[in-house]
């Protein structure tokens, strides 16, 4: 049987405490037969995005590190997000 694997970079939660806006940032795996059968799936949150009135950061939740710019680029719906703080 062969197996296809996808890994994608996700960000669909997110929470505010007082100003900041916290965006989780999550790598999903897949992996499924030829035939679309899914097999299993591994959720692991990998960063925060943090999202401050005058600034934004990432936050790392494993031992890689991250830049802004390339989280937007492994989760480019995050993008909006940025640039819509940013207008405030």
């Known amino acids: 049987m062969e197996l ?7 960000s669909r ?3 505010a405490v007082g100003e900041r806006m916290f965006h989780v940032v999550t ?7 030829a ?3 899914i097999f299993s799936v591994f959720v692991s ?8 009135p ?3 950061y990432v936050v790392t939740l494993t031992d890689e590190e991250f830049t802004l ?3 937007l680029v492994r989760a480019p ?3 909006g997000r940025t640039l819509s703080h940013r207008d405030r």
């Open 4 to 10: 296809e694997t996808s890994r994608t970079t996700e």
């Open 13 to 15: 939660a997110s929470f």
């Open 27 to 33: 790598e999903v795996v897949t992996v499924k037969s």
């Open 35 to 37: 035939t679309g059968t």
């Open 45 to 52: 949150p990998i960063a925060l995005l943090v999202l401050e």
């Open 54 to 56: 005058h600034s934004c």
């Open 69 to 71: 710019e390339e989280l």
């Open 77 to 79: 719906e995050l993008k």
